[in-house]
């Protein structure tokens, strides 16, 4: 069959089927790094559940385990616009390396400190910024890669692989987390959780190490040799300020976190509301649960054309999900209004990912990259302080409840002030090296 005949089936398929595409795991680079990233994602779950549940044990606060968002959000600033330069002009393959490393030394000292019964929610503290400061230069680096190793047209299936795979990890992971709260003491509990996520994360680092070198492309002779210091940050960040429809996609992200995002709760809220520690595992799986279920039947994703529309929409249902998650008193109820939102979540993300990677030449990809992680990260961590400290000065339904509705109509006030966003299609795609 000609390359033509298969291009032109592949069209016909793409625009008939709602399942999520495949076609960039044929890319082995991508495969490889799909693979990893899944795997470290999957352990990761077992800390971030693990973390704040220890928090809540040390302290009986919310307001403390709110202050994980700040422990994380300080590297964030720092490293992520860092990480995002040193992406331009350090080959990619070496960076996601070493900032893995470092993340994986911090996943080591939550289990040593667990099996030492150190409890200090200080030292939890201070783990929590090493390891935020290894994602903040890795996040960066591994999206700048994607459109490096596939082709223009399926970055957007890509991201929704991504998503959906990180994701599906997100649903797994805090189950796992919670059925070993239930079977064990939490102190034991706490420190099986360390070890699966330590374990998980060596065989994800063996994936990067698999991958090929990326190095720099060669930058525009008319500009200043990229660096990865102050003046080349600059430069990413002046470009990005003409960009207002890349300005209003961070808005918003940064709206639905730091208003809708209630994880801070998910501890007390399992405790007072249902009872136990065997809830938190549904509570914090939940928004993943629908994020994977919403991948799986994304086919749809990447013909939608008016993307702006679709990011404000999803951003909306986001933001309704969870105020109505926080009126529930059931399990159950709350459970599936939390995966609505995280159906939501998902396209919103493929959305903002996706608008991002095909608005930046690659020569300033990892810069700008670089923002969208400080953006997209350090959202929820802020969302974490305001939702734990909300609640201690008034309720956990008030900041839950209050924070989703608030984040769905500041969304719909943003794009109605500011109609660039809503305007915003993608262009069409040149050639597979168009982006190169």
Do not use: C
Request: net charge positive; hydrophobic share 55%; aromatic share 10%.
């Amino acid at each position: 069959m000609s390359q033509d005949a298969v291009e032109s089936t592949e069209e016909v398929v793409e625009r008939k089927s709602w399942v999520i595409d495949i076609r960039p795991l044929k890319v082995v680079a991508y495969r490889r790094m799909w693979i990893g990233n899944g795997l470290s994602f999957f352990g990761f779950q077992f800390t971030s559940v693990a973390v704040p549940v220890e928090m809540y044990s040390i302290t009986h606060s919310s307001a403390w385990v709110g202050l994980l968002g700040i422990a994380g959000l300080v590297p964030l600033l720092i490293f992520g616009l860092w990480g995002g330069a040193a992406a331009d002009v350090i080959d990619r393959r070496k960076l996601l390396l070493a900032s893995s490393v470092l993340a994986w030394l911090g996943t080591l000292g939550f289990l040593i400190q667990a099996l030492l019964h150190v409890n200090s929610g200080w030292l939890l503290l201070a783990l929590t910024a090493v390891q935020s400061a290894g994602f903040a230069i890795s996040s960066p680096t591994r999206q700048a890669i994607i459109p490096r190793i596939v082709p223009l047209r399926l970055v957007p299936a890509a991201n929704t692989l991504a998503y959906t795979t990180s994701t599906a990890g997100g649903v797994l992971g805090p189950l796992a987390a919670g059925l070993i709260f239930a079977l064990a003491s939490t102190g034991a509990g706490i420190t099986v959780a360390y070890l699966v996520d330590a374990l998980l994360f060596s065989i994800s680092l063996w994936a990067t190490w698999k991958l090929p070198p990326i190095p720099p492309v060669e930058h525009d002779p008319a500009e200043a040799k990229p660096t990865a210091g102050l003046r080349g940050i600059a430069v990413g960040l002046r470009f990005l300020v003409t960009q207002p429809v890349l300005l209003l996609s961070f808005a918003v992200d940064l709206i639905a976190m730091v208003f809708a995002m209630p994880r801070a709760l998910f501890p007390e809220v399992a405790a007072d509301r249902f009872g136990g520690d065997w809830a938190v595992g549904w509570l914090f799986s939940a928004i993943a649960i629908g994020s994977v279920i919403g991948g799986l039947t994304s086919g749809w994703i990447g013909r939608v054309k008016r993307q702006g529309v679709a990011l404000v929409i999803a951003v909306v249902a986001w933001g309704v999900a969870i105020g109505l998650s926080g009126l529930a008193h059931s399990l159950w109820l709350m459970v599936l209004l939390l995966a609505v939102g995280g159906a939501a979540d998902l396209v919103s993300a493929v959305y903002r990912q996706s608008i991002l990677q095909v608005y930046a030449p690659d020569r300033l990809r990892g810069r700008l990259q670089g923002v969208f992680t400080v953006v997209v990260a350090g959202g929820p961590r802020l969302g974490d302080l305001r939702a734990g400290t909300t609640a201690d000065f008034t309720s956990t339904t008030a900041s839950w409840a209050g924070g989703g509705f608030a984040a769905a109509g500041l969304a719909v006030i943003l794009a109605a002030a500011f109609p660039a966003l809503l305007k915003y299609r993608p262009p069409a795609a040149t050639g597979d090296d168009a982006n190169r």
